[in-house]
């Protein structure tokens, strides 16, 4: 289920999380202190349509719990985990926006690498009629000018309010969120997994435990990218 918040201001984070690692909690951290978020809800894809994950979803929640648990301000949801079908992004808004009313303000969360394959999910020119879009991004993985020329592109209604954020009609908002670099990925880990290789200072100690204890990643992982966005 998705907690209810007595606070106005809610992050949403989607991604596949395979494992949750480091960079995913600094990208959390970076967003609810510069949002000055009041809720910030990790929401796994149970079947990510533009990616096949080695782990199943209740692995992937169970890493997730574990590696939140000590922040009262992050929680996880398994609300695309109780949908069936592929985990779209602009269903489950719409269902967050049934189930919180509008007098919430939702910040929907992804990185660069997400937001440069944006159209190609689903009605994605109806994400902002029902929340915020944050793009993390780090200087070296995308340079500005290609990031507002796919603002340009994507979202051609957009109105310039400042530097790096723009105006939706609903009212909602564009913007970036600059990252310190984190050197590590979800491909990265489960290789070295894998391989038995330390996992230290890439994810979380009781993360690092289930692995062990569950023996994930044992197969030699798919290549590919680095986790993305739920779409």
């Keep these: 289920m998705v907690p209810d ?15 949750v ?20 809800i990790f929401m796994p894809a149970a079947i990510p349509p533009h ?8 692995h992937r929640l169970a890493m997730l719990r574990l590696a939140v648990a000590d922040n009262p301000l992050y929680t996880v949801s398994d609300l695309e985990a109780r949908r069936a079908g592929p985990s779209y992004t602009v269903v489950t808004l719409t269902e967050l926006r049934r189930q919180f009313g509008r007098e919430k303000d939702f910040f929907f969360i992804m990185g660069a690498d997400a937001f440069a394959e944006i159209s190609t999910w689903k009605e994605y020119d109806r994400l902002l009629d029902y929340a915020s879009l944050v793009v993390a991004h780090r200087p070296a993985e995308a340079a500005m000018a290609e990031l507002e020329e796919g603002v340009r592109r994507f979202f051609p209604q957009l109105a310039r309010e ?3 954020v723009w105006r ?3 009212g909602n ?7 310190p670099p ?6 990265e880990v489960r290789k070295l997994a894998a ?24 197969t030699a992982p798919s290549s590919g990218a680095p986790a993305r966005q739920n779409r």
């Design 168 to 170: 939706h009609p609903s």
């Design 182 to 187: 984190v050197p590590v990925s979800s491909t």
């Design 5 to 19: 918040s007595t606070g106005r201001r809610i992050g949403l984070f989607g991604g596949t999380f395979d494992p």
């Design 51 to 58: 990616k096949d994950s080695p782990s199943s979803l209740d």
């Design 21 to 40: 690692h480091n960079g995913h909690l600094a990208v959390a951290e970076a967003a609810a202190a510069a949002l000055a978020l009041d809720l910030l």
């Design 162 to 164: 400042g530097a790096e």
């Design 195 to 218: 391989a038995g290789d330390s996992l230290a200072g890439m994810i979380p100690a009781a993360v690092i435990r289930y692995i062990h204890d569950h023996r994930l990643y044992r």
């Design 173 to 179: 908002r564009l913007l970036f969120l600059h990252l």
